[in-house]
């Protein structure tokens, strides 16, 4: 469910997130549906790193998402790792109608477990979910592995709108309790205040800045 922001809310916190999954499995349509609230059949291969800005309130906290999504190019491998490091959020994607890309899971999970902070929440997404009569991997064995891996699971689909919103909130309450733990942490050890700094360590390609939602 979606509505407006409340204006009297102070922005408290930025995030930096990746989505990340096999090309074609839907990223760019899941994070266009987020940021616009739109979806395009035409079909573009991301060739470059591109972010967009969502903004959304939970728990009465507005937040700012800083999605990030990256072309599948050994070329920009030691580039995107910089943001690996860096990320306090992690989508892993696949299409529940391609069986290649639900096994490349696994590649990426370990990919995550290497390079980004240590519990950092990750989140398994079965996107096109308005293909169910074409699906190939069962939703038994989907929620097998991510049992298996503690991995929250949800099905989206970015065509109909179904389950975005209600995924993309409950994933940024699931980053705030994480900052929040580390925000604990330092503050325990009389580090400083409760203030999340992300450090890019190159200029963002693009921006955009969107709605909030709940």
């Known amino acids: ?69 990256f072309p599948n190019d050994d070329r920009f491998k030691s580039y995107v790792s910089q943001f690996y490091r860096t990320a306090h959020g992690v989508m892993i994607c696949f299409d529940i109608t391609n069986e290649e890309s639900f096994l490349s899971v696994d590649n990426w999970l ?36 991510a049992d298996k891996h503690q991995l929250p699971y949800i099905e989206i689909s970015s065509k109909t709108n179904e389950n975005t919103e209600i995924y993309l909130a409950n994933f940024t309450r699931a980053v705030l309790a994480y900052v929040d733990q580390i925000i604990t942490k330092r503050e325990n050890k009389l580090t400083g205040g409760p203030t999340v700094i992300l450090n890019n360590e190159t200029e963002p390609v693009q921006k955009e800045v969107s709605k909030c939602a709940i």
């Open 110 to 145: 370990q990919e995550v477990i290497k390079l980004c902070p240590e519990q950092i929440p990750v989140f398994l997404v079965g996107t096109k979910s308005d293909l169910e009569s074409e699906r190939t991997v069962s939703y038994t064995t989907i929620k097998a592995y």
């Open 1 to 69: 469910m979606s509505q407006n922001c409340n204006l009297g809310l102070e922005l408290e916190y930025f995030f930096k997130i990746l989505i990340l999954g096999d090309s074609g499995v839907g990223k760019t349509s899941l994070l266009k549906r987020f940021t616009y609230d739109d979806f395009s059949t035409d079909y573009v291969t991301t060739a470059f790193i591109d972010f967009k800005i969502r903004l959304i309130e939970v728990n009465e906290r507005l937040c700012q998402l800083h999605i990030w999504d």
